[in-house]
């Protein structure tokens, strides 16, 4: 005997109707009769209904426009119910289906069939009416949390394809502003006839914050510098540029380690009083947070005389011809951290084949694959094995030997250094 039509009643505020989750039922049944009294039950609870009378039928249904529940008898000829489900399951569609098979099976073995095949849930025929609203509100709740987070992944999609997009625009700007930077110091080596100096500069990301370089002082002495600003990245390397600006090789009137005298000349200030005007400008003009490291060098290219003030740079490492190596010196404040600050300098002379390296401290502070650092000691055994190697190449054959050092994981802080070999007239 057919279970009779459930009476009218008034849609909880769980159902399908009121939420909206669920709209559109597809009742799939070989039966005209199961069908009719299944069709009532739901239209009076406010669905609207789509009826198919077998499986291949309801699938081509599906295809057109999904539904947001589906009700399928297990046995229908040709195509039953468990088929009809995998086929449905198959739909390349976004929006989820809820699928409740109707069957008279209860073995277990029965059921994990159903699960297997992509059903959600299952209703005993004969079907009662209060049961079919209960389930029908679990499938509008496990609807309505997947729908949330399908929305909630479409956002988090556009905002990562949006977020790509900015990346990508960012990372295009940072390689033109590495050129630009690496621009800085467009003479890597510079043959001077009885002095040669070779220049690396090697961020840790597109740009960084250190910077090399040397400009003229007279047709017999340079200046050479070694700055290391505090932290990485745009802003550091922003300090950068203008401090390239403030030694300028190519304008001695804009280049602070000169002063300009009243008839028109120049006369160059020595290493300590470049340094603390340099200071000056960054506590006064600059208005920044960042500080920087630097050696200063003035250098007789007849003599091999000296001159040398340390601003909390990295001892330089001189490398006597013979293979001597000699690093020290006094330290120093950094500048642009205390106002007034007076810098101290010191002096030695190159004798023909000596060497000056001026490097950063992410040479002596490259962790090696373990724990440790390179350190001042390991940095003279690099250096004691570039003996004999043209000036040129060995500061880039120094990078090799750091990645080496490294294990290949390379720098997480900028590489930089100066390389000044002597010959004598």
Known sequence: ???????????????????????RVLLVDDSRVQRRILSVSLK?????????????????????????????????????????????????????????LLTSKSEKADVAQGYDAGADDFLTKPVNAYELRSRISAGERILRMQRELTEKNRVISDTLDELQRVYDSLDMDLIEAKKLQQSLVPDRFRDFGSAAVSLLLQSSGHVGGDLVGHYKISDTRIGLFSIDVSGHGISSALITARLAGYLSSSSPEQNVAMQVLADGSHIHLQPREVIARLNEITLGEMETEHYFTMLLADVDLETGHVVMSQAGHPHPVIQRSDGTLEQDGPGGLPVGLIEGAEFSQFEFTLAPGDRLFMLSDGVTECPDDKSGMLGEEGLENLIADFVGHDVESTLQSLVWQLDEFSGGAGFPDDISGILFEFRGA
């Open 1 to 23: 005997m057919q279970p009779s039509p459930a009476p009218v009643t008034t849609p909880t505020p769980e159902q399908g109707a009121k939420t909206g989750a669920v709209q």
């Open 44 to 100: 009076r609870d406010g669905y609207e209904v789509i009826e198919a009378s077998s499986g291949q039928e309801a699938l081509e249904i599906c295809q057109s426009e999904l539904p947001d529940l589906i009700l399928s008898d297990w046995v229908m000829p040709e195509m039953d119910g468990l088929e009809f489900c995998r086929e449905f399951r198959k739909l390349p569609d976004d929006k989820y289906g809820y699928f409740i």
